[in-house]
Nanobody, 118 residues
Framework: QVQLVESGGGLVQPGGSLRLSCSASGSSFNKFVMAWFRQAPGKQREFVGSISNNGVTHYLEALKGRFTIDRENAKTTMFLQMHNLQPEDTAVYYC????????????WGQGTQVTVSA
């Protein structure tokens, strides 16, 4: 069983920055993709960005330049660095991992609240 633990959410003023972290543990990780999603009130969950086990990243086009995903050397701790946050970035941010080989499964974290408000 895989556990995902997120941290780093909170309240920030417009224009501010936050750094979220997500650590995966509890099983073996070979080929996988870790990702961030977010869900604002009344809206569907949307993809924010991802990083694969070999370090390849993808982002929602609208967030490029403000959001960056990176990873610790341990490979299963992922970060989301967010700059110039705006009220529309307010959402619950979820960590996700898809294991691709040798097993295929998917897990979600519990979510961390990010609120951007003056």
């Amino acid at each position: 069983q895989v556990q995902l633990v997120e941290s780093g959410g909170g309240l920030v003023q417009p224009g501010g920055s936050l750094r979220l972290s997500c650590s995966a543990s509890g099983s073996s990780f070979n080929k996988f993709v870790m990702a961030w999603f977010r869900q604002a009130p009344g809206k569907q969950r949307e993809f924010v960005g991802s990083i694969s086990n070999n370090g390849v990243t993808h982002y929602l086009e609208a967030l490029k330049g403000r959001f960056t995903i990176d990873r610790e050397n341990a490979k299963t701790t992922m970060f989301l660095q967010m700059h110039n946050l705006q009220p529309e970035d307010t959402a619950v941010y979820y960590c996700n991992i898809k294991r691709l080989f040798p097993v295929r499964d998917e897990y979600w974290g519990q979510g961390t609240q990010v609120t951007v408000s003056a």
